[in-house]
């Protein structure tokens, strides 16, 4: 004899697209930013003390560092540390594929690009505009200047919070070159 009737649960967790199904937001969180890119020339990243100067809307933030990155007493680098207002990392540059390791899952692998490196700025906010300038050993690198036009994003879809504001640029490091009297562009 078999046991009583299974009884088939149906617990609904809100799904999008069901009509009459409550809507699910997922909790993937955003900021409101300007964000750039930065790669280095063909003579490749400039080594030395770096100084990035970014005004935003009037105000600036100022962050330094050295490249090649200081490490760790753990071996990992030591990163720009800057300010709240401005992140900047540094980093190898990566190209990345996707593949199909089965049936409806994709992966994506990213490998180092010799001798490119990213350098990431992320400025809070919105500003309307931002200037962006980078010295290394005193001379200028990058000397940017941009009008921001801002996405809005929905990381959990239409109709979830939250809604940011992003935009972009992408630059790139002047080359330097060692002459008789020291560091030139």
């Known amino acids: 004899m078999l046991g009583p009737p299974l ?23 955003c900021e409101d930013a300007f964000n750039a890119t930065v790669t280095n020339g063909p003579s490749g990243f400039p080594v030395g003390p770096h100084q990035i100067d970014v005004t935003a809307d009037g105000v600036t933030i100022s962050c330094t560092f050295t490249f090649p990155l200081p490490k760790l007493a753990d071996g990992a680098d030591s990163g720009p540390q800057c ?13 990345c594929t996707q593949f199909q390791p089965g049936p409806g899952a994709v992966g994506e692998r990213c490998d180092p690009i010799a001798g490119k490196t990213t350098e990431m700025l992320d400025v809070s906010g919105t500003p309307a505009r931002v200037r962006v300038r980078q010295t290394t050993n005193g001379v200028v690198v990058l000397d940017e200047s941009v009008t921001p036009v801002y996405a809005s994003n929905q990381p959990n879809g239409p109709g979830c919070d939250p809604i940011c504001h992003q935009a972009g640029a992408e630059w790139t490091l002047a080359d330097l070159t060692v002459g008789d009297g020291g560091l030139e562009q």
């Open 83 to 95: 300010p709240p207002g401005l992140m900047v990392s540094v980093g190898p540059a990566v190209a």
């Open 7 to 29: 009884l088939a649960t149906i617990i609904n967790f809100g799904c999008k697209g069901i009509p009459g199904a409550a809507k699910a937001c997922t909790l993937i969180g």
